[in-house]
């Protein structure tokens, strides 16, 4: 795929949906950092429920610590691996108290060290929470950037790699939503909704789906 194609790609997505963002309902990058992390093998959906509940009641550091592990279990048990899950956060939490004066650290590095934050989860909230140009990808966006040709690659990071090089710098901050949305609702896993893509002619899947 030429850089010519990317551009009218994204160019077509932003003027469908100029400004996109996370379908996890937050306030503060801490909320987002905790959505983030409970959304591990779940849906979007699901993690709302449960936060919608939990953040009126604990939405800092403190107050999540305040509820112990047992109390915070009673707002996510709904959320698979809920016991694991709530296990990182109360750790998360510990840190961000004592090492970061309860605020979500803005660098990769610190980021990687919560536990339940991986490279994913620490490029959702560089991007979302502060704004930086990264892409997260998740196995929406690592289907779409190989199946269109966007940005094919083997392996999570060899596609992360190649979007932050190919995406044109107009587009970079937010890609990542751009192309999980699409994942998510068009480009879907088991069959493609190829008829109602808004960029079937560019893409360079050779098995789209009849009308």
Not at 59 to 66: G, K
Not at 111 to 137: D, M
Not at 172 to 181: F, Q, R
Request: aromatic share 6%; proline share 6%; with cysteine.
């Amino acid at each position: 795929m030429n850089r010519d194609k990317r551009i009218e790609i994204f160019s077509r997505w932003r003027t469908a949906n100029p400004k996109p963002t996370t379908e996890l309902n937050y306030s503060s990058p801490f909320e987002l950092l905790i959505a983030v992390i409970l959304s591990a093998q779940a849906t979007d959906v699901g993690v709302n429920k449960a936060t919608d509940k939990l953040y009126p009641v604990a939405n800092t550091p403190e107050a999540i610590l305040a509820l112990g592990l047992d109390g915070l279990k009673r707002y996510i048990k709904t959320i698979g691996l809920f016991n694991t899950k709530a296990q990182n956060v109360i750790k998360t939490c510990h840190i961000l108290v004592q090492k970061h004066d309860s605020v979500v650290p803005q660098n990769r590095e610190d980021l990687e060290a919560l536990p339940g934050v991986g490279r994913k989860t620490a490029n959702v909230i560089l991007n979302t929470a502060f704004g930086k140009p990264t892409i997260a990808v998740d196995t929406h966006i690592f289907r779409v950037s190989n199946r269109t040709g966007i940005a094919p690659g083997k392996t999570v990071v060899e596609v992360e790699k190649r979007l932050l090089r190919l995406v044109p710098d107009e587009f970079k901050l937010d890609a990542h939503h751009w192309l999980i949305l699409h994942g998510r609702y068009v480009c879907k896993a088991r069959k493609p909704d190829c008829p109602r893509c808004g960029i079937a002619d560019l893409c360079e899947y050779r098995k789209k789906t009849p009308a």
